[in-house]
């Protein structure tokens, strides 16, 4: 007769990344998501976990500038590299350009969605989008079941306006 046993644990791994311009270090599991990792081992809860599936892209977060659903890439995956999150946004407690728009324009309402919509708008911005790149094909990439997507789109284009684009 075989007596079963418990498999052991796993072995936890230091992963250490550059975070909004941070180096921070944390031991996790090794299956642990970058999702997960943010928000519980380094305690940056703007990162925000919707679907798990990497459809909704709430958790969108940058890493290397490029967004990247954070459910769906491991902790491990990010160690050495330089993320960005939402928390990187507003400096000296002043609002980022379209962090302002956003809520010039009402394109927020309970906020869920809105951290990981804020970065894709950041990439694309980055990246030279238009705003209706921006609009259609970055929100191609979101779900909001709150705004009905007419005051974030609003936002891209106050954005982009102000900023001379």
Not at 10 to 27: F, I, L, Q
């Amino acid at each position: 007769m075989t007596v079963p046993t418990t498999p052991a644990p796993a072995r936890m791994r230091t992963v250490t990344t550059t975070v909004n311009g941070v180096t921070r270090s944390a031991e996790t599991e090794p299956r642990a998501l970058l999702s997960d990792f943010l928000r519980h081992d380094l305690g940056l809860t703007g990162t925000h976990v919707g679907c798990e599936q990497g459809v909704c892209g709430a958790c969108t977060v940058l890493v290397d500038d490029v967004p990247v659903r954070s459910c769906l890439l491991l902790a491990v995956q990010a160690d050495g590299r330089r993320i960005e999150t939402v928390e990187a946004l507003a400096q000296d407690g002043e609002l980022s350009g379209f962090q302002r728009a956003m809520r010039d324009e009402h394109g927020l309402q309970c906020g869920f969605c809105t951290p990981g919509i804020l970065m894709s708008v950041t990439a694309a911005e980055r990246d030279g989008l238009t705003a209706e790149q921006t609009a259609t094909e970055v929100l191609g990439g979101h779900v909001c079941r709150c705004t009905g997507y007419q005051g974030i789109r609003a936002a891209i284009e106050h954005h982009w306006q102000e900023a001379g684009r």
